[in-house]
């Protein structure tokens, strides 16, 4: 079946650091791959995606480019700060049949960035 | 204006009960998701619904049940309510998609249920 593996937690970085978050899939077809990121005590928030091969999602300062030949989809940032103190999920979407879609979510990275 | 809200935020309640989680989105979105996060932060999907057909994960206990008033709510109902239940419960909701180019879910912000 579809998974997710992403790199285990907890990650502690000081401020300014750079961050990477590591992200692969498995999936039987060409699934969107997306990251949430969810706040302390808040619900999921689309942090950024991608749809096919070689896109490059952005937003915030973070990247992550969709990966064909190695079936991932890396998170990055150049500098990170103390707000971005949050647990990242990487997530793949595939069409699971009557018009839904499945995401299936990685197990989720605990990133605390310390001043 | 929240798009997808969720009552109650908190429950806490005994073992053996049945209750009830409401979801409702302001999106005019056709699909709508149940998903389960226990306490290592783990996600898992328990159901998708739109107005053709309820996918259910196949290991979801049939204890839990959605109920679709309408397009715009889906209410997760869950009978004989066990320890092992105790976890953070999200609902999301998403446009039907013809030609797969990846639409986004917005989650809503959670209920805590805890089971004693």
């Not at chain 2, 969720?6 to 699909?31: A, F």
């Not at chain 2, 715009?72 to 998403?94: M, P, Q, R, T």
């Amino acid at each position: 079946g579809d998974s997710v593996t992403q790199m285990e937690g907890p990650v502690t970085l000081s401020e300014e650091a750079f961050l990477t978050i590591n992200c692969t899939y498995t999936a039987t077809g060409y699934p969107s791959l997306f990251w949430y990121v969810q706040y302390p005590g808040e619900g999921l928030q689309l942090l950024l995606k991608a749809t096919k091969a070689d896109d490059k999602g952005s937003n915030k300062g973070f990247e992550a480019t969709y990966r064909k030949e190695t079936t991932s989809f890396h998170l990055e940032k150049g500098s990170v700060q103390v707000s971005d103190s949050a647990v990242y999920f990487c997530a793949s979407r595939l069409y699971s049949g009557a018009g839904s879609y499945q995401l299936t979510f990685g197990k989720g990275t605990k990133l605390s960035v310390i001043p | 204006d929240t798009a997808v809200s969720q009552t109650p935020k908190y429950l806490v309640t005994q073992m053996g009960n049945d209750k009830s989680i409401k979801c409702e989105q302001n999106l005019g979105h056709d699909t709508m998701y149940w998903y389960k996060q226990d306490s290592k932060k783990f996600l898992k999907i328990m159901f998708s619904y739109n107005n053709k057909e309820l996918i259910i994960n196949e290991t979801v206990p049939n204890r839990f049940s959605p109920k679709s008033p309408d397009k715009a709510h889906l209410n997760l109902h869950i009978n004989s309510l066990e320890l092992g239940d105790s976890a953070v419960y999200f609902c999301a909701s998403s446009p039907e998609e013809s030609g797969g180019s990846g639409e986004t879910q917005y989650f809503g912000p959670g209920t805590r249920l805890l089971v004693l």
